[in-house]
Structure formats: structure tokens, C-alpha cells
Nanobody, 124 residues
Framework: QVQLVESGGRLVQAGGSLRLSCAAS????????MGWFRRTPGKEREFVAA????????VYADSVKGRFTISRVNAENTVVLQMNNLKPEDTAEYFC?????????????????WGQGTQVTVSS
């Protein structure tokens, strides 16, 4: 049974930093592309960042480029989203997701497995 468990979300002031982690189990982690998405009430899930099987391959949403960094530690079955210079508009529930294959995905429909989410709230 595949499980993705996010952690690290909390309340933070604008300009601050957070580090989100996603621990994966039940899959051969090194063979999956991993992504982070976020969702605010009443809206669809929005792509944030993704990292490929080759960890040198990453892609970011324009809204977070230069502020967020995605990385993975295959030995620990973990993907990390380092978020710096946070803004109130980054407030959302953040989800990690796993996608098989060799192509990075940037839409929710491209991902097979999902975590339950972790809440990030950025106060102004």
C-alpha cells in the first residue's frame, strides 16, 4: 500500500521560511517523479514544483520560482520543499504526489499517488 505523508506545515510570518517533507512508503521511490501541489478553498489544486527520477531535473511554477526549492533523498524515501520568502498568497494546503514514468508532470491528473496534505498559513 502506497503512502505519502506530508509534514512541516504551520503558521509563519511573511518573509519567513518553512521546510515541508513528504515521506513515501510502499513504492520504489527512486523510480517515481515527485511533485508538490497546493490548494486553497474553492480552487483546484495548483502545481508548485516537481523533481524527476534524476534529481537534477526540476520544474517550478512561476509564482514560486526563486523562492522554493524541491529536492529528494532517495535513501530516505523523502522529498522536501524548502520555501523561503513566504508571502500571504502562499497560504494553502500543500500536497505531495508521486508519478511513475520518465516525464515530469505539472498537472494533478498526471499523478497517481497523493498525500493527505499539510497546512501552510502565512500571515502578513
Amino acid at each position: 500500500q502506497v503512502q505519502l505523508v506530508e509534514s512541516g506545515g504551520r503558521l509563519v510570518q511573511a518573509g519567513g521560511s518553512l521546510r515541508l517533507s513528504c515521506a513515501a512508503s510502499g513504492l520504489t521511490f527512486s523510480r517515481y517523479n515527485m511533485g508538490w501541489f497546493r490548494r486553497t478553498p474553492g480552487k483546484e489544486r495548483e502545481f508548485v514544483a516537481a523533481i524527476g527520477i534524476n534529481p537534477a531535473t526540476t520544474v517550478y511554477a512561476d509564482s514560486v520560482k526563486g523562492r522554493f526549492t524541491i529536492s529528494r533523498v532517495n535513501a530516505e524515501n523523502t522529498v522536501v520543499l524548502q520555501m523561503n520568502n513566504l508571502k500571504p498568497e502562499d497560504t494553502a494546503e500543500y500536497f505531495c504526489a508521486a508519478r511513475g514514468g520518465i516525464v515530469l508532470g505539472t498537472t494533478p491528473s498526471q499523478y497517481t499517488y497523493w498525500g493527505q496534505g499539510t497546512q501552510v498559513t502565512v500571515s502578513s
